[in-house]
């Protein structure tokens, strides 16, 4: 900026002479301007520097910057006003020359930095950037943003833009020392991550709004616990599926436990899916659970001509209805009331609506209930399955998906053992034309009965916060997520593949909690008690995706793998234990029975007690 100022400067100076005299600068003239261009790029860039014209990052040229710009501007043809005074007392020098030489001063000083703002975006600079001018009530929270990327610049235009602003901005935080010392829009950059916990002090922040999409999971950690019992609260700027139409100031949130898992950004095929999805009949089992209430939100956005939404439950069900049909949309929502435990109630729903895609995410999930109702669990999981499938093949489904579980993997619980059997009977079933695929991830963030809603009660009311155990780890999604790899595998599935959703690295439990914790504005152990209550039956310290000797094959996305060598299913086995489940279910409450023909069917399942007061079933 600085040699392409000077160049700048000399230029203008040139061309003021060479207006103000037609063209043609003659011998005393040329004379004149060769002996004072010298003192006049002095006086100019001199006080260019003193107006801040060299502390800006240019990016973010705005009104405030084009005011210093002027005032530079001014300074310097002052100065050499001065100089040609005092020097020549004006004898010879053309007093328009040194008017025009100031006006191009602006243009070209002001230019510059407007293009190179115009380069990196692509509007120009708007009127109402005047109000930065406008003055922050003190009664406004300080605030410091974690960011300089346009995100940043855009969030300080809204906030100064505010006609009742909530927040002053003190200052910027770059992930690095390179732009310290630096100003945006007139306001600092203060300093790189580290310096975090000691500005919060010095300047008594209220509040860091993080604005950079870069920033992982493991770094916003680190920086909740830097800021540990100093009161300082994080906001985040909401995803790009929450601003799309709305501003950014206006939508920051607080930092949900969400932001700090530790993966990268999933790339999606938008159009296979839609390929998948556009024009057709789609039904949704579990609509109104977590998996299966966000498919429906996700299909919605495809273009299907139908979505049949199925559920036993009729609450949930009416509440997902609902929140789809609020929203503009020429697929066709039809909320079902039925069971995949009866043929009758199925076949009724696919003779009348003939679905073309079938999401299959109803289930009991439950480990510790499931313990105590094994029959229940295998009505619902193995026997619901296998009759959802038979009427899928019965009326000519093109695709069937179904939902599994990392609890499927060398299960030690009744209901990962029954969902290992589900997996094996879609597996068996995709030899009658219907495409069946299966897709296999851990736990999703705050699904119904999950452990972030629990830890969140357990916070709200001053603790404690229980833990199974301090070394129990799980693999986590967020609930979108998850659909978003669910409908990207189900697209690319070919039949009979069982798909495995990358989940990142595990998490501990423990960890979970105490980050919980310290987003609430507390401290472990000290504001809130963390307890260990022992691991409840049939659950594991880890979890894992894979058996021992499957294996896995890449796909063309990274978030997705197909699990391969899986060992042959028994099919003379499998049916012969689907009858015998299917003569207890309907005559016999014998829960024994019925572990150890799931032992039978999955041999690393060993099946735990049965509790000693077990629910009778009707």
Same mark, same amino acid.
């Given at each position: ?104 001063? !602006? ?99 209220? =509040?860091?709004?993080? *604005? ?126 039925? =069971? ?46 296998? %009759? ?10 093109? %695709? ?33 034309? *219907? ?42 999604? *967020? ?13 690319? @599935? %070919? ?32 504001? !809130?008690?963390?307890?260990? !209550? ?34 042959? !299913? ?36 060993? @099946? ?11």
């Amino acid at each position: 900026m600085f040699v392409a100022d000077i160049v700048l400067l000399g230029v203008s100076y040139y061309v003021a002479y060479w207006l103000r005299f037609d063209g043609k600068i003659d011998e005393p003239n040329w004379h004149i301007l060769s002996v004072t261009i010298i003192p006049l790029l002095l006086c100019k860039i001199i006080s260019l520097f003193f107006s801040g014209m060299y502390r800006g990052m240019w990016r973010y040229t705005g009104i405030n910057d084009l005011i210093n710009a002027i005032k530079g501007a001014a300074l310097g043809t002052l100065l050499f006003v001065v100089y040609l005074a005092g020097r020549y007392h004006f004898v010879g020098i053309s007093r328009s020359v040194v008017l025009i030489d100031f006006i191009f001063t !602006i243009v070209v000083i002001g230019g510059l930095r407007l293009m190179i703002r115009l380069y990196y975006q692509t509007h120009a600079i708007f009127f109402d950037d005047i109000i930065f001018w406008r003055r922050i009530k003190h009664e406004c929270r300080k605030v410091i943003v974690m960011g300089t990327g346009p995100l940043a610049e855009r969030l300080l235009r809204e906030l100064h833009g505010n006609s009742n602003p909530k927040y002053k901005v003190v200052g910027f935080i770059d992930e690095v020392d390179t732009h310290k010392g630096m100003r945006i829009n007139g306001v600092p950059i203060l300093g790189s991550l580290p310096d975090i916990p000691d500005l919060v002090g010095y300047y008594s922040i209220d =509040d860091i709004l993080i *604005t950079a999409p870069e920033l992982h999971g493991y770094q916003i950690k680190e920086l909740i616990e830097a800021c540990t019992g100093l009161g300082v609260r994080f906001r985040v700027i909401p995803s790009i599926t929450e601003r799309i139409n709305g501003a950014i100031a206006n939508h920051l949130r607080d930092i949900m436990v969400e932001d700090l898992l530790e993966r990268e950004p999933i790339s999606l095929d938008m159009g296979v899916m839609r390929q998948e999805l556009e024009g057709k009949t789609v039904l949704v089992t579990g609509a109104g659970g977590s998996i299966g209430s966000e498919l429906a939100r996700q299909i919605l956005g495809f273009g299907s001509r139908m979505l049949i939404l199925l559920d036993n439950a009729e609450t949930p069900l009416y509440n997902i209805d609902m929140e789809l049909k609020q929203n503009p949309s020429d697929t066709e929502v039809i909320p079902c009331i039925g =069971d995949i435990r009866t043929f009758k109630g199925l076949d009724h729903i696919f003779k009348r609506f003939k679905p073309q895609v079938v999401y299959h995410a109803a289930a009991y999930k439950h480990v510790p209930m499931m313990e105590m109702t094994p029959l229940d669990a295998i009505n619902n999981n193995i026997l619901g399955t296998y %009759k959802l499938s038979c009427v899928a093949c019965r009326y000519k489904v093109e %695709k069937f998906v179904m939902i599994s579980t990392d609890k499927a993997v060398r299960p030690t619980s009744v209901m990962g053992a029954t969902k290992r059997v589900a997996e094996m009977v879609v597996q068996n079933i995709n030899y009658s034309g *219907t495409k069946f695929v299966v897709v296999r991830f851990g736990n999703v963030l705050r699904s119904n009965g999950s452990v972030v809603p629990l830890f969140e009660r357990q916070i709200a009311v001053g603790g404690p916060v229980t833990v199974t155990h301090p070394e129990v780890m799980r693999y986590f999604m *967020t609930i979108p997520e998850a659909v978003m790899l669910v409908l990207q595998a189900g697209a690319i @599935g %070919k039949g009979g593949e069982l798909f495995l959703l990358d989940m990142g690295q595990p998490v501990k439990i423990v960890d979970l909690a105490r980050n919980m914790i310290r987003l609430a504005g507390l401290v472990p152990d000290k504001d !809130i008690a963390i307890e260990f !209550i022992g691991l409840r039956p049939g659950e594991k310290l880890y979890e894992e995706l894979l058996i021992a000797g499957e294996g896995v094959m890449d796909t063309a996305y990274d978030k997705i793998k197909i699990c391969k060598n899986a060992k042959p !299913i028994d099919e003379r086995l499998l049916y012969e234990g689907i009858e015998r489940f299917k003569v207890l279910v309907k005559d016999s409450n014998d829960h024994k029975a019925a572990l150890e023909i799931l032992k039978t069917l999955v041999p690393a399942y060993q @099946g735990n007690p049965l509790p000693k007061s077990i629910g009778n079933r009707e």
